[in-house]
């Protein structure tokens, strides 16, 4: 069993920047973010394929948050600019075990919240 940890949320002004962290306890294949804003279903914000390190991104983040990762450090990343305040939620690391696998590995979440 993968255990993955969320770190890097806080409070920002808008238009300030986080860089969120997910940390994984063994190998992962795909990883990704989401998020789940208070009253709302949770949502995929962005991924990153391990075969051709591929990126996919909502279209409410395009152009503002990039999502790495540091396969030596088991480490996903995501950095988020120019933030506003309906980014405000609690963002959740994901992860599969297969190339072609649902994820089935998700950290606790870390909340970031942005002010106006």
């Known amino acids: 069993q993968v255990q993955l940890v969320e770190s890097g949320g806080g409070l920002v002004q808008a238009g300030g920047s986080l860089r969120l962290s997910c940390t994984a306890s063994?190998?992962?294949?795909?990883m990704g973010w989401f998020r789940q804003a208070p009253g709302k279903e949770r949502q995929f914000v962005a991924a990153?394929?391990?075969?051709?390190?591929?990126?996919s991104y909502a279209d409410s983040v395009k152009g503002r948050f990039t999502i790495s990762r540091d396969s030596a450090k088991n480490t996903l990343y995501l950095q988020m600019n120019n933030l506003n305040p309906e980014d405000t939620a609690v963002y959740y690391c994901?992860?599969?075990?297969?190339?072609?696998?649902?994820?089935?590995?998700w950290g606790q979440g870390t909340q970031v919240t942005v002010s106006s």
């Open positions: 063994g190998r992962t294949v795909n």
């Open positions: 994901a992860a599969s075990a297969t190339a072609m696998g649902a994820y089935s590995y």
């Open positions: 990153i394929k391990w075969i051709g390190i591929t990126t």
